[in-house]
């Protein structure tokens, strides 16, 4: 008599389903504490990560797989338990689903760590950060998908089903064609974008009118994070199909401009020197490129663009505040003749003096 017949004389298998589950618990709460120690010992991000996303999941998993395998056995002695053995089986493929989302979240926060987004020029950061978070919800969608077929595969009623799920065949794959053809083409686009990145997460962009940053890329939409704090929400499509600004496309550097309407008196070279004096006065300012040129003549004012290059964009905008700032403060003090001014002409006068 072996020790599974020891246990179920009276044909019943709570006991041992109640044992596999305890030592299951007992061994999950050991792998727990020891990952718990090992992350605030060594200081490892990758323990860290793992403290964080895995250890709920293991109070399942491990029960669920010792469960798994002594309702297998028990069936081999008692076959009237099968429907017992696939109702553990189904808990043991949700688990091992949960388990593997897990894992890729935390393959996901040990490369993030590895980005440096507080360098000046934080371009391959934002790029690798944009790739990650796409293959990150593929991989995603891909596991819930296959773990959804192995439960449809392991019934034989709606075996088909599950065999429809995996070879995308049949009428399921026809009806979706059909139905979200908007949805596949937002799904290529997003994985286009991905890889080939005509924007990326952080990106500067001027979309419909309007300026604003690269919120977030996700598989069918893309998230605008307005000036003002709004959000465009546009669908992924759009940055295929449809032109748009990208300032940060190659590097995260960018030339600003200050405009000013100025008197023909304004003395050109003076103001020159001076937006010279205050770039070099500010940490904003990355040293490569200046200028100050007259862009254009309006009737009796003429058009001064001052131009000046910050290391990315954010400071690139607090830079051109600065500029205009300092240097209308000194064209006042200074030049107030250079200002813009309106003239008129007395005509009964001009008239009194010819006759």
Known sequence: MNFLETLDYKNEPWL???????IGFIISALLINIIKIAALKR?????????ENLTS?????????????????????HPDYQWLFAISKIALVAAT????VRIVIIVEKVLMDH???NTPDNNHARRMFTKIKF????IIILIVTIGLSILLLSFESVRQYGVGILTSAGIFSVIIGFAAQKSLANLMAGIQIAFTQPIKIDDVVIVEGEWGRIEEI??????????????????ITYFIETPFQNWTRNESALIGTAFFQLNYHAPIPHLREKLKEILDATPLWNGKSWALQVTDTQGQLM???ALMSARNSSETFDLRCHVREKLIEFIVREYPEALPSTRIEDTEKQIRVSE
């Open 16 to 22: 041992i389903i109640l044992l596999s589950g305890v």
């Open 218 to 235: 996700n598989l069918t939409y893309v998230v605008v994070n307005i000036w003002d704090l709004r959000r465009i929400v546009l669908p």
């Open 115 to 117: 980005l440096d987004f």
């Open 303 to 305: 058009v001064v663009r």
């Open 57 to 77: 999941v293991l109070y399942f998993f491990v029960p669920m797989v010792l469960i798994t395998v002594a309702t297998r056995t028990y069936l081999a002695i």
């Open 97 to 100: 689903t949960w388990l593997l």
């Open 43 to 51: 200081q490892w991000s990758a323990v860290k990560a793992i403290r």
């Open 135 to 138: 293959v990150k919800r593929m």
